[in-house]
């Protein structure tokens, strides 16, 4: 189960349940995918909705990986996503929200 309070998100990868999480390592390897000049811009880029599916796929292998996943962006890229690519762009608003917000007590 995801702890929204470190912030964690739940997300069903070809039928298995993953945890993500944006450690500052999985920032990095975000950064340097999506070339963010930084990382408030990154977040700018997803509170405007000028986002991409590349950016998408980036920011949910940054956090599988950040949750212990072995896998890379061309993994997400075929992987199931359950509740398909709605839910993958939900997910990773969600991540990159929880990430950089104090969650309400």
Do not use: C, H
């Not at 199931?80 to 950089?100: D, K, M, T, V």
């Amino acid at each position: 189960m995801a702890n929204p309070y470190t912030g964690e998100v739940s997300l069903v990868l070809n039928g298995e349940r993953r945890i993500m999480k944006l450690t500052l390592g999985a920032i990095v390897e975000l950064e340097l995918a999506l070339q963010a000049d930084s990382l408030v811009a990154l977040v700018e880029r997803f509170e405007s909705g000028s986002y991409s599916a590349r950016d998408v796929i980036a920011l949910l292998a940054a956090g599988l990986s950040g949750g212990g996943w072995a896998g890379d962006a061309n993994d997400v890229a075929r992987a199931e996503i359950e509740g398909g690519p709605l839910e993958g762009a939900r997910a990773a608003a969600e991540l990159l929200a929880r990430s950089f917000a104090v969650p309400a007590p």
